[in-house]
């Protein structure tokens, strides 16, 4: 069997490649990148098939640089994956909880967690990662230190789980979004169940987004976001992402992508994929 090969920023054990795992029906090799700009790199010269980046968190917004390098890079968003992110309390083998002095983990993570971690009363220290911090403590046993991760971080490095759900609200979702060289080949799903991802300037005239956004109020559209994001070079303009429920190769969606084509002087058509069937 021929696997895909998917490159996510961090180390084994990520949030990403856990999203990575559960977004794909089948196995699949992952591939660890240091920087977000290394899994575009490694998808634009096929040394990945796809690669996943995380663009917006339900609690901490969205993650700018990963919008900016999808306009830098060719490629296209074939899926997109929603991750319940749920942090674990890792310890070494045989630790207890009452052990713990100094908990380890992305600022982010401790940020989440932030009121659990004060009832235990530990010190937080901040680290370049989730996964680095369990790598980190395997390698350097201290049975008075934890770090915040995932479960299969727990796995990968031989840690325990201490405690579940250490986040402060459980409404704790990053979407992710998948990414390759080629455009998503199946546009055989339902229109509702798609969809597209664009970006695209305008002129700086007023009333120039309300008339851009009104191409798809018109035709009953339903924008699920929208993000601004300053063009480098050229103070106070600025890109506009779109995402859209809708498959771009339908009548309605193919029409309001005409049409603001004729208000927009740049406009990219990012992606048409199927969307996740997120449940609360």
């Known amino acids: 069997m021929d696997f895909h090969t998917v490159a996510f920023q961090g180390e084994s054990g990520a949030y990403s490649e856990q999203a990575a795992i559960e977004f794909h029906s089948h196995q699949i090799l992952t591939l660890p990148c240091a920087t977000f700009e290394d899994v575009f790199t490694s998808v634009s010269s096929r040394a990945a098939d796809r690669g996943i980046i995380p663009v917006e968190n339900s609690l ?7 919008y900016d390098l999808m306009l830098r890079h060719e490629l296209h968003i074939t899926g997109e994956y929603y991750l319940r992110v749920s942090h674990c309390l890792l310890a070494l083998p045989g630790t207890r909880q009452d052990e713990i002095r100094r908990v380890h983990s992305h600022p982010q993570a401790l940020a989440q967690c932030e009121a659990n971690l004060k009832k235990l009363g530990v010190e937080t220290i901040p680290e370049a990662d989730t996964a680095g911090s369990a790598r980190q403590l395997a ?11 995932s479960r299969r971080a727990g796995e990968v490095y031989g840690l325990q789980v201490l405690a579940e759900n250490m986040e402060d609200n459980p409404e704790n979702y990053t979407r992710f979004l998948v990414l390759s060289c ?10 509702g169940l798609y969809k597209t991802s664009v970006v695209f300037t305008l002129e700086n005239k007023p009333g120039a987004l309300f008339k851009a956004l009104s191409v798809f109020a018109l035709r009953d559209i ?7 994001r300053p063009i480098k070079g050229r103070p106070w303009e600025y890109l506009f992402y779109i995402d859209f429920a809708g498959n771009a190769e339908s009548q309605v969606c193919r029409r309001a992508l005409d049409h603001l084509a004729e208000l927009a002087p740049y406009l990219r058509l990012l992606g048409s994929y199927p969307r996740h069937q997120y449940q609360d």
């Open 60 to 66: 901490a917004g969205s993650i700018h640089r990963n």
């Open 139 to 149: 390698q350097h046993p201290d049975r008075e230190a934890a770090v915040l991760a």
């Open 182 to 191: 080629d455009p998503d080949q199946d546009s055989r799903a339902q229109n």
């Open 222 to 228: 339903d924008l699920t976001k929208i993000e601004s």
